[in-house]
């Protein structure tokens, strides 16, 4: 049992994943007959570690991890608007839209016409003044139009752009981190771990966008929220669920 050939396989530990409980079962004297002898309740949980809802226990070398889904997080999170017209008078009926149901966070598509696109960009600005704001290019742009872009967003003071080209362009991607100050934000191209790291390899990628449906699940976008939480690049992430 992981190099321990006298440990006594007696105690089971049985997650409760709707409930945030742990149980605690012995087995003896009857294994068939196993009783429960012991359970830790989701606030003494919470309280010592910090999560909530377990799912999978494994047996390590050093002890036993508990894998789980929740954790304590902040008591509000804020969310944005999606700001997508094909003018400029659509764009700022679409902000106003925002700003009237207290939204403070606004996402641009662009991806077509840099020059339109900072134009795009500014009426959200000039509008949802104090509020965060960032361009989406879904992969829209070619290299060159993506560093004219990228200096007209910096221009306005913007700091994260959102995958502004072809996710295979690893030397666009670079290029364009070296270029501007702005945070380039992989979003289509964080399909998982290996294709990011892949990346991160190559001085690529500076900040991530996690889609849960995208990546396979809960545990790989963990697996990505703990990469981007690191020190080092990739720093910044957005979680679609």
Request: glycine share 10%.
């Amino acid at each position: 049992m992981n190099g321990h050939p006298f440990t006594e396989r007696r105690y089971l530990i049985v997650p409760g994943m709707r409930s945030s409980r742990l149980y605690i079962v012995d087995t003896k004297p009857d294994p068939k007959q196993a009783k429960i002898v012991k359970v830790i309740e989701p606030e003494e949980l919470m309280r010592k570690t910090g999560y909530s809802r377990p799912h999978t226990v494994h047996c390590g070398p050093e002890g036993i991890y508990v894998s789980t889904l929740g954790a304590k997080g902040a008591d509000r999170i804020e969310l944005s608007w999606l700001v997508s017209a094909p003018d400029i008078e659509g764009v700022a009926a679409s902000a106003q839209a925002g700003l009237k149901q207290g939204y403070r966070a606004f996402k641009v598509k662009v991806g077509h016409d840099p020059r339109l696109d900072v134009e795009r960009v500014r009426a959200v600005l000039e509008l949802a003044k104090g509020c965060t704001v960032w361009p989406d290019a879904n992969q829209g742009y070619t290299l060159d139009q993506a560093l004219r872009a990228a200096r007209g967003f910096e221009a306005l003071g913007i700091e994260l752009f959102e995958q502004p080209i072809p996710m295979a362009e690893f030397y666009g991607m670079k290029r364009l981190i070296g270029s501007t100050r702005m945070t380039i934000a992989l979003d289509e191209a964080a399909m998982g771990l290996p294709v990011v790291l892949d990346m991160i390899r190559h001085d690529a990628v500076e900040g991530l966008v996690i889609k849960v449906n995208k990546v396979g699940g809960i545990h790989y976008a963990r697996q990505l929220c703990a990469l981007a939480l690191t020190p080092g690049p990739p720093g910044v992430v957005t979680i679609l669920l």
